[in-house]
């Protein structure tokens, strides 16, 4: 067995069906007096009924929470934590709204109780990003870590089908990358493994019934752990690519991982031959990167990075990219085999295992 290191995030997880029922005891147990409410505004009504539920110990609403977190909507959330005197924040909603959170932990220190209701893990992570100007960009601090998770799976009974399918395979995508990490270690490699059999069989699932309890259960469990191993370890290609090419053809961020995860995990196969004799087990196939592909198509989701938007002579600008930032990867990034990546997945072919 190779030696290695493994950290443990602090954290309390609160897991199943009903359990926001919880919020004011946990809310008490974290000795908080008063909470501010965290939400997008599309997510106003749960919020408010968050509310109520928690009477008088709730410090107001703000319903203002927005993709990529900008740092102006921070500021406005701050100036309402601090005139509300409240000692403690619940974020209700994905990672946008963690985000929220997360931001003015970050700044402030105050405790979080996070409910997630989607698969994008940002909870599990102590890692934030926040757009200043027009630029993302990233910090890691223990501060930014909620000290509560509740996950509610009749919360995720909403989220629609489609989204459903993208957002649980970017978890895929965090748990892939975490086997094969420079920092890998056998505990995540453990929750890895748990979490993509127990997403790869839920998301067709939702996908046919998103009324699905049993099926709903298993993503989110699996889209925690998958958060867990994405704050755990360092990722590579696939999230750096996914990265790149979100950002300079400003691409939607679930949809991008989920074309691209079969392509890079196909390009990294041949430099991690006992991750892929896993991933035959975890997924029942001999192919792993084609059954990713194939899991994308059962959910419905976009094939190709032409489809959502990549133009063709982003390609070379892809390629030049992904090569300039140098970064850890299992297979050195070469030019030609990577071109070959990029363009598979913009045409939306199967990946070349
Ligand atoms: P999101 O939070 O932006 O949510 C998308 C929309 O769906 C919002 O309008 C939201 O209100 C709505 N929604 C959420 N849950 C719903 C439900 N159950 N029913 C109905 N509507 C619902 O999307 P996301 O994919 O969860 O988060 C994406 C953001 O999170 C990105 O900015 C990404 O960078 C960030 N992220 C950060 C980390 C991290 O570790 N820092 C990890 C993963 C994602």
Redesign the pocket.
Known sequence: MRDFVYNAHPGRVIFGRGTLARLPEEIGRLGLKKVLLLA?P??VESVAHLADLIGDQSAGIFAGAR???PTEVTKQALDQLRESGADGVVAL?????I?LGKALAFRTDVPQIVIP??Y???EM?P???ETADGLKRTQSSPKILPETVIYDVD??M???AR?SGV?GMNAIAHAVEAMYAKDANPIITLMAAEAIAALSGALPAIARDPQDAQARSKALYGAWLCGTC?GAVGMSLHHKLCHTLGGSFDLP??ETHTIVLPHALAYNGPAIPDVIERLRVVLKTDDPARRLYEIAQEIGAPRSLKEIGMPREGIARAVELAMSNAYWNPRPLEASPLTGLITRAWEGEAPHS
């Open positions: 997008t599309q997510q993709m990529h977190t909603g994905g990672g946008s709204t985000g209701t989607t994008a893990g940002s992570t890692i934030l990003g919360l995720t909403t989220l629609p989204m957002s994405l961020h679930a």
